[in-house]
Structure formats: structure tokens, C-alpha cells
């Protein structure tokens, strides 16, 4: 019976040197760690509208008044990128003023043009009135790249009256804001 | 005189035969072992080592992945000591992309890195590979590493990466505050 206990333990350190075998190799792990900031950039960050003569031509009663025609419509196309899943849009819409005359016009007369810029980006909008100042909302555009398209509309005097003369100035601001 | 020549016949006989009588005995101890084929870190007799390379900022200025992360990895150093108790060692690299934890690729975007990862192994007989693999292709299969990895108190294993790179050169990197790739080096003993 000895003889047979002993043979089985022959037996069993046979089985186990394959395994210590298998179980004699070696692994080298190299993690490799990095992170992306949220950001956006504009890449062609300016546009310019030459609207020209604001005031409208002719002799009738509209004549000297604004000519909407010339800002409504115009659009210019910036563009940008935002990398982070909740970067937003938000547009500021600075009024078109004179910058020849700069005291208050007398009764009748402006001197000063409000509109509504919209500014579309990844298929979201964003917009602001001149007529209140500051930014508008804004709009959660999240990761795009590419236009971002500006639009100006109802522009209107604050008197509906004639315009001074002058050179007349005004700004749209688009703000691309980066968060994850 | 017969009686006498009979006598001496005998002593001579006795003195032959004591020598065979005091004869020596010899004992024998066998030592026997066995030397396990195995692969193991130095210092320390480890199965595993680890290390960790941190690019940091992966975006450059331009929100492209940065064009320098093959420098900025090299200049990490990555080396370890391995030594195998074989000849004939093999050596298996796999590189998995490095990835954002959260963030998904659009359009113009991407969310991952890829790169190719080099191990040079130094043997007995001098340099051995590199032994690469791309994150982009399946793991490498287990290679002859061609020698005896070499036990002169150096690190005889540095890794190194090259050829990071986005799905397009054009693409920009999606945000987020994790990104995470891995070189896998599984070097055994071999038969």
C-alpha cells in the first residue's frame, strides 16, 4: 500500500511542472494618460456688411428713411469649432450708430439703426436685438466644426424717422463658449 | 620435509587472502534540482511591471492632436528589467489606442489615437527587435525574441511609440478629461 501512496505523489510533481511552465512568463504594462481641454476656436473670426446708403433714394415720404432692404438679409459666414459636448453660442447685437454725429438728433431724425442678428451654427441659432443691451441666450451648439453663418433682420430707426448723416457703424459679436 | 614444504604452502595462502578481507566501502549522496523555466521582473522577482506615461494636453493649439506626443512619450524613458531563465524567450506587443472615457467622435472629430509601439530587447548576444505592434492591428502573436535576454544589472526592455496619429490628419480632438491608452509586453520563457 506504501508503494502505491508513494507512486501517486511521483505522479502529482509530474502534472505540476507543465504548469509552473506556463505560469513563468512576464507582463510589462505601460499606461499611457493624456486629456483634451473643451475649447473653440474661430478660424475665420471676421466678416464685413457693406450696406452702404442706408437712407432710402426718391422724393417720396419714405425718402431719407431707413432702407431696411439694406441690412435685412445680409449674411456673412465665419468660421469655428467647439471640441466639448456643451459648448455654447450666444450673439451680441451692437446698434448701427453714426459715428460722424454723436449728440441727440433733433425731433424727426435718427441717427441710430437696431436689428436682430442670428447667428446659426450646427444647425442651432442663437440670436440678439440691438434694442436690448448685452448677449442674448445662449444656445447649446456642443461639438461642431465648420460655419457659422450670421443674418441680420428686422432692422428698423428708433423714431421711423429721417437719418442723420454719416458714417454709420455697427458690430455683431459671436461668442463660441467651451464646456464638456 | 614434506610436512614443512605443506605448512608454508598454507601461510603463504593467509597472507594473500587479508588484504581482500579490509576492503573499502563508498557512499554516494545524489543531489539532484531542476531549474523552472520562467520569466520574472528584476528587482523584486515580480510576474508584472508598470508603468505610466502622462501626455497631458493631447490637442495642440489648433484643437488637431499635437504632432509631438511621439517625443513627448520617448521622452519618458520606458525601460524595465526582464530576465528568463531560457534561451530561446518570446516576446508578444500589443497596443491598444488611446481613447477618450466618455467623449464620441463626429463628424470632424475624433476620439481616439492611435500609435505603433516598439520594444527593444537587449540579449547576450547584443540588441534584439524592435518587436512592434500598431493600436490599430490585432495583437502581436509571441515572437522568438532570437537569444538569452541579458542579465547585466540594466534594463534590458525600453519601450518606445511612434506614428500617433487621428482617423485624418484634419481631425480635431473631442474634449474630455480622460483619455487612456496601453503597450502590453508578455515575454515568456519559450520551450
Not at chain 1, 423714431?159 to 442723420?164: F, K, Q, R, T
Request: aromatic letters at 4%.
Amino acid at each position: 500500500m506504501r508503494k502505491l501512496i508513494l507512486a501517486s505523489v511521483v505522479l502529482a510533481a509530474a502534472t505540476a511542472t507543465p504548469v509552473l511552465a506556463q505560469s513563468g512568463s512576464t507582463t510589462g504594462t505601460v499606461t499611457i494618460d493624456g486629456s483634451v481641454a473643451p475649447r473653440c476656436l474661430f478660424t475665420t473670426s471676421n466678416a464685413i456688411i457693406n450696406a452702404g446708403e442706408l437712407a432710402q433714394a426718391g422724393t417720396g415720404a419714405s425718402a431719407g428713411k431707413l432702407d431696411a432692404s439694406k441690412l435685412d438679409g445680409q449674411t456673412r459666414t465665419l468660421v469655428g469649432w467647439c471640441n466639448g459636448t456643451a459648448s455654447s453660442m450666444s450673439v451680441e447685437a451692437l446698434p448701427v450708430v453714426n459715428t460722424t454725429v454723436t449728440s441727440a438728433p433733433p425731433a424727426g431724425f435718427d441717427r441710430v439703426v437696431n436689428y436682430t442678428a442670428t447667428a446659426t451654427a450646427n444647425t442651432v441659432n442663437a440670436l440678439d436685438s440691438s434694442v436690448v443691451a448685452g448677449a442674448g441666450s445662449a444656445s447649446t451648439v456642443g461639438l461642431f466644426t465648420g460655419n457659422v453663418t450670421v443674418t441680420l433682420s428686422n432692422s428698423a430707426t428708433p423714431g421711423a424717422g429721417l437719418l442723420v448723416a454719416g458714417a454709420y457703424q455697427g458690430e455683431t459679436r459671436v461668442t463660441l463658449s467651451a464646456a464638456n | 620435509m614434506k610436512p614443512i614444504l605443506a605448512i608454508l604452502a598454507a601461510g603463504t595462502a593467509l597472507a594473500v587472502a587479508s588484504p581482500a578481507m579490509a576492503q573499502n566501502t563508498t557512499g554516494t549522496v545524489n543531489i539532484t534540482g531542476s531549474v523552472a523555466p520562467k520569466c520574472i521582473v528584476v528587482p523584486g522577482g515580480d510576474s508584472t511591471f508598470t508603468r505610466t506615461v502622462a501626455l497631458g494636453e493631447l490637442a495642440g493649439i489648433d484643437g488637431k492632436m499635437r504632432t509631438d506626443l511621439a517625443a513627448s512619450f520617448n521622452a519618458a524613458a520606458v525601460t524595465a528589467r526582464v530576465v528568463c531563465t531560457t534561451a530561446a524567450p518570446t516576446i508578444s506587443v500589443d497596443a491598444d489606442p488611446i481613447a477618450a472615457a466618455t467623449a464620441t467622435a463626429v463628424a470632424g472629430y475624433d476620439n481616439s489615437i492611435d500609435f505603433t509601439a516598439h520594444v527593444a530587447v537587449t540579449t547576450t548576444g547584443g540588441p534584439a527587435g524592435p518587436f512592434s505592434n500598431d493600436s490599430a492591428a490585432v495583437a502581436g502573436v509571441d515572437t522568438a525574441i532570437g537569444g538569452r535576454v541579458a542579465n547585466n544589472g540594466s534594463d534590458n526592455i525600453a519601450i518606445t511609440a511612434s506614428t500617433f496619429r487621428t482617423n485624418t490628419i484634419d481631425d480635431l480632438l473631442a474634449a474630455d478629461p480622460v483619455y487612456t491608452g496601453k503597450i502590453t509586453v508578455v515575454i515568456k520563457p519559450g520551450t
